[in-house]
């Protein structure tokens, strides 16, 4: 498994067909975290999975009501 990272969120007006579509597809799938940000309608998303394309192949779904930044990979380099 990988572990990827990004920032993204429902775009502006968008909020509660966001949720409402999360909510009606179970939530986000196994091996995500999300950290809302306080002030922002943003979240850091730190995903696990085995392929970048399973991060896209969710957002999909909820086409124009989100928006994502660039998806990072993280390298464990074994604490150094």
């Known amino acids: 498994m990988k572990l990827f990272y990004f920032v993204g969120g429902p775009t502006e007006g968008h909020e509660d067909d966001f949720r409402r579509r999360l909510t009606e597809i179970g939530g986000s799938p196994p091996g995500w975290t999300v950290y ?20 896209d192949a969710h957002l999909v779904q909820f086409g124009i009501e989100y928006e994502r930044g660039p998806i990072v990979e993280l390298v464990d380099t074994g604490g150094s």
């Open 36 to 55: 809302p940000h306080r002030v922002d309608r943003e979240a850091l998303h730190l995903v696990r999975t085995a392929d970048i394309g399973d991060i």
